[in-house]
């Protein structure tokens, strides 16, 4: 199968790409390495350095074969809640216009979409442009799906950690940052009172999720939750640090 995954230099995507490649699978990455790095290539995949709305071009590049793909994991984003407030404009237009533009793409070349929606959809979507921007992504993938039978499915993510993640930056989750300051013998930095509570993911759970979403028959429902079901609080996720 030719796939192709946007953000496919970036966590989530590298993890992705390092599994279908081992299954055999034609790989293509779609990457403006905001975030992504080079040192998370994949021998065996290639790599497009390319913005996400620049995907729109492609249908103009039939030659070099940049249309003919079976499937889409569409998992670039501007991911995190606070930076978005610093740069509304930038995280609108890469999570609603660059899904946009994923979809219409697929929509004229038939390709069947996998979208990357969030947990933060089951709280109020105006608390943060990134809330905003990500609630908004996942109804443009239910109306290409009602008004133009695109074939998209959704699956949302609860924080995930594991190979590859961020460790530096402003993209870098509690677990990126615990890990780097534990690796530091630093001590570890709580955010408020560290009562807050969260499901954690591994990130080979939320990629055989996506590998087994795109395997599936269209779904009756719009949403694939790929989380534990289980959660903890920032304390214990600290605690857990030290007595590694």
């Not at 995190?80 to 929509?107: C, H, M, Y």
């Not at 069947?112 to 109020?124: C, E």
């Not at 990126?176 to 993911?201: P, S």
Request: net charge negative.
């Amino acid at each position: 199968m030719r796939i192709l995954i946007t953000g496919g230099a970036g966590f989530i995507g590298t993890n992705l790409i390092k599994k279908l490649v081992k299954e055999g699978h034609d790989v293509h990455s779609l990457d403006n390495y905001d975030s992504g790095k080079e040192e998370n290539h994949i021998e065996g995949a290639t790599y497009h350095n390319c913005d996400i709305e620049q995907i729109t071009q492609w249908k103009n590049r039939s030659d070099a074969g940049l249309n003919e793909f079976d499937l889409c994991f569409h998992l670039a984003a501007l991911s995190r809640i606070q930076p978005s407030f610093s740069n509304p404009s930038e995280t609108f237009r890469v999570n609603t216009k660059g899904t946009q533009a994923v979809l219409d793409w697929a929509k004229q070349n038939n390709v069947k979409v996998i979208y990357a929606g969030s947990s933060s959809r089951w709280h109020d979507h105006t608390i943060s442009p990134y809330a905003t921007s990500k609630y908004l992504g996942e109804e443009l993938c239910k109306m290409y799906k009602k008004s133009f039978n695109l074939n998209v499915e959704i699956c949302r993510f609860y924080n995930v950690y594991g190979p590859h993640q961020l460790t530096e930056g402003e993209y870098c989750t509690v677990i990126g940052v615990f890990e780097r300051q534990y690796a530091n013998t630093e001590l570890l930095t709580i955010t408020g009172d560290g009562f807050q509570r969260r499901d954690f993911t591994h990130i080979d759970d939320i990629v055989n999720g996506l590998i087994l979403t795109s395997q599936s028959e269209e779904f009756d429902l719009d949403i694939v939750e790929l989380g534990r079901g289980e959660n903890h609080s920032i304390n214990e996720l600290a605690e857990m640090f030290s007595t590694e």
